[in-house]
């Protein structure tokens, strides 16, 4: 009766333990489903860098922040907001630049093995005109990179639960 007792306990237990697993993945996944997308709308001017550069990321199903402002103070934000900031281009990150009355950012298409970058860009030369443009290392130096975010929202647009 004892060891009957015990298989039962045990038994009971570990389907206890499973529910309990299963109801917190739930309960993360109703939270994800309930979440608004974080990119779902663009905020920035369009015509702009900063609206070329969330369209990109939104491409890549990353996310970044909807209220950075001017280009310029785009790096502080994201810092603030947990994205990492550094001087080491990768595909799909933002170049981005202080300088000038509103900064600058841009997409960044692919890193060379050399380690020159090709960036695409909007409203580098003009409004609404997206261009493209090659950087050496040494330009490179001049310039801090953000990494975006995996956009939460789009994990879930592949699951069908």
């Not at 529910?19 to 663009?42: F, Q, R, S, W």
């Not at 969330?54 to 103070?73: E, P, Y």
């Not at 997206?130 to 130096?141: G, M």
Request: charged content about 25%; overall charge positive.
């Amino acid at each position: 009766m004892k060891k009957i007792l015990t298989v039962l306990f045990l038994a009971v237990s570990i389907g206890l333990y499973q529910y309990a697993d299963e109801g917190v993945h739930l309960k993360n996944t109703i939270i994800i489903k309930m979440t608004p997308d974080p990119m779902a709308y663009n905020p920035y001017d369009k015509g702009q860098c900063t609206y070329y550069a969330f369209n990109k990321v939104k491409a890549d199903g990353n996310m970044i922040g909807r209220s950075w402002h001017d280009a310029k103070h785009w790096a502080d934000r994201a810092k603030e907001e947990g994205y990492q900031i550094n001087q080491k281009p990768a595909a799909g990150s933002l170049l981005q630049s202080p300088r000038g009355k509103q900064g600058h950012v841009a997409y960044v298409e692919k890193v060379y093995r050399n380690g020159n970058i090709k960036i695409t860009e909007m409203n580098y030369t003009q409004p609404y005109q997206i261009t493209s443009r090659q950087l050496t290392t040494k330009d490179i130096k001049r310039y801090q990179f953000i990494h975006p975010k995996k956009n939460p929202k789009e994990a879930d647009r592949g699951t069908s639960d």
